[in-house]
């Protein structure tokens, strides 16, 4: 795992713009994860933002960056804490609801079993995750990072200054800032 990795599909949640990130990488020596974990929590904790090892299986792992800060607000969500809360989450814990979550991901038996509520803790809008979960990944409005139940508009918006902000921090990187430099404060 790499930083490059890290800016390429963790930017928004780096720049403080996104709640959490998820992304997949090859790892064949599981205690050289946790070594490249703790070398990048070094980096980001001070910036609000960690980094865990959310599902290991078959030599890859999930790893979810994201700003407990932000998680934090966003289960406070009235609507969001009433679902979590039915899919078996304890809402008052944050740190237990990212334990379920990791615990559903692990035993995963087939990609109908997929826990669609991890959209909450990517900071997707409620509205988008809930319908998903409705109707089951079709007839939504729109699709892009997300696919949109709700508002278009505002998606549209959102789905742009990731764009952007992904963009922009790449660039940043390949002129040789370092991600403890593109990390930010939020």
Known sequence: MSDEMIVEFCSPTLAGIKTGNLFSCECFDYKQLVKDLRRINCILLDKGIKAIPIRYLNHRALI?????SFLEKDLCDKDTSF???QLGYNVDNMSECVKCLSEKLMALKSSKDFP???GLFLGYPYEDVKGF???KGECSKCIGCWKVYGDVSR???TFDRYRKCTSEYVS?????MTLEQLAVCA
């Open 64 to 68: 979810y960056i994201f700003r407990p």
């Open 83 to 85: 679902l979590l809360k």
């Open 116 to 118: 669609h509520e991890i």
């Open 133 to 135: 979960m409705e109707h």
């Open 155 to 157: 998606a549209e918006d």
């Open 172 to 176: 940043r990187f390949k002129e040789g």
